[in-house]
């Protein structure tokens, strides 16, 4: 049905019935799709293209230029927003990621939208919430590290903060954190994309975030909003994997250090904040991460410690951690040391494995 109705391309063309069906399309594949599974089967019906073509309905890049295209452009405006929504319940789902991440069309709009005033602080979340789950895989990141994109993010930031109502204030500082947690999944696999005149305002974004909001602030605005994290693996990953030296030695100013850095504490607080909340230290549980988050201390650079001790202690006052196994210690020590940090070792199941896997080191690996 939702195919159907965008054979009509063009809005105005539409009846009213059918602008309203497909704003109830949208938001039904938005509730629809809760878990993994149902992501996969909208996908095999070509759901996510019909989503783009939804967010894609009228270009935001001029001024109130929408509201030149009809008389009450509210059922338009809630048509592209769900759509934004559905995308980014998918954007969750491991092959959806390349084809919105390819998609420089979708990829501004949503950025257009999340500077525009005809939609709230919570679509901006939603819009960076893309960008936080496509950044997961490295395969995206020379499609999102780009001048227009990561301009774009940040001029987000800057827009909320300038126009936000005292209602807004805590999901400004949200958004400039999850923005953060995007470009710190860019920056330490890949700082050698970012472009270089980009190093200080990410710096400054991520030391302004890191000063204003703490993990409970951050837990109590996903409670109110009920947003919630499908996996906790690829922000653990990253605690644990180490800039690609050979890649980004010539540059290694003060600033890109230091962003690298900041990225670290930025991941330790959205998963510090996180693992406040039952539904994922339940998931934390279930990924079998506990022993990994327990590590973390002895893991993350000593500037970063103290953020991950809090961690840890939260986490055993809310669900009580015994000692890691020996094997996992040995593991995170390891993971610390390989190119691939925790994906070189997570497969390993007893010390024999270790034992055959690192007894003769691959060169570059260790």
């Known amino acids: 049905m939702y195919g159907l109705i965008h054979t009509v391309e063009d809005w105005r063309d ?12 949208g938001q039904s594949l ?26 894609l309905r009228q270009p935001l890049d001029q001024k109130d230029a929408i509201s030149h295209i009809c008389p009450n452009m509210n059922r338009l405006l809630i048509a592209m927003e769900v759509a934004l929504y559905a995308i980014c319940n998918l954007a969750e789902t491991p092959g959806c990621k390349m084809p919105i991440a390819t998609r420089s069309d979708a990829l501004k709009q949503m950025i257009d939208m999340s500077c525009s005033s005809h939609y709230s602080c919570k679509t901006s979340v939603i819009a960076v919430s893309v960008f936080v789950c496509i950044t997961q895989s490295c395969d995206t990141h020379q499609h999102i590290a780009t001048p227009s994109i990561l301009e774009g993010l940040l001029a987000c930031c800057t827009y909320r903060e300038t126009h936000a109502t005292d209602e ?17 999944q860019l920056v330490i696999p ?11 305002p990410i710096e400054k974004l991520m030391s302004q975030t890191l000063r204003s909001l703490s993990p409970p602030a951050l837990k ?13 693996l690829p922000y653990i990953k990253l605690l644990y994997l180490q800039p690609d030296r050979r890649r980004v030695d010539c540059e290694m100013t003060p600033t890109a250090c230091s962003i690298v850095a900041l990225s670290r504490d930025v991941i330790l607080l959205c998963l510090h904040s ?28 000593s500037r970063s410690r103290p953020r991950a001790r809090e ?10 951690v015994d000692p890691p196994r020996l094997l996992t210690l040995a593991k995170a020590t390891l993971a610390k040391q390989c190119q691939q940090g925790l994906d070189d070792v997570l497969g390993l199941s007893t010390a024999r494995d270790i034992t ?3 007894s003769h080191p691959v060169p570059g690996k260790i």
Not at 30 to 55: I, P, Y
Not at 220 to 232: H, I, K, N, P, R
Not at 279 to 287: D, G, I, R, T
Not at 311 to 320: F, H, K, N, P
């Open 14 to 25: 539409l009846p009213y019935w059918l602008q309203c069906l497909e704003c109830i399309c």
């Open 30 to 55: 938005s509730n629809f799709m809760e878990t993994e599974d149902l992501c996969r089967n909208v996908l095999k019906c070509g759901g996510l293209e019909e989503c783009f073509k939804s967010l």
């Open 311 to 320: 961690l840890v202690a939260d986490l055993a006052t809310s669900i009580g």
């Open 220 to 232: 109590a605005y996903d409670s109110e909003e009920g947003l919630v994290w499908c996996t906790l």
């Open 356 to 358: 055959d896997k690192f």
């Open 190 to 200: 890949s700082l050698h994309l970012i472009p270089t005149d980009l190093h200080a």
């Open 274 to 301: 996180a693992l406040l909340r039952e539904v994922h230290q339940s998931l934390l549980v279930k990924e079998k991460l506990v022993d990994y988050v327990v590590c973390l201390p002895w893991i993350v650079p």
């Open 168 to 184: 807004e204030k805590l999901g400004t500082l949200a958004l400039k954190c999850y923005t953060g947690l995007a470009l710190a």
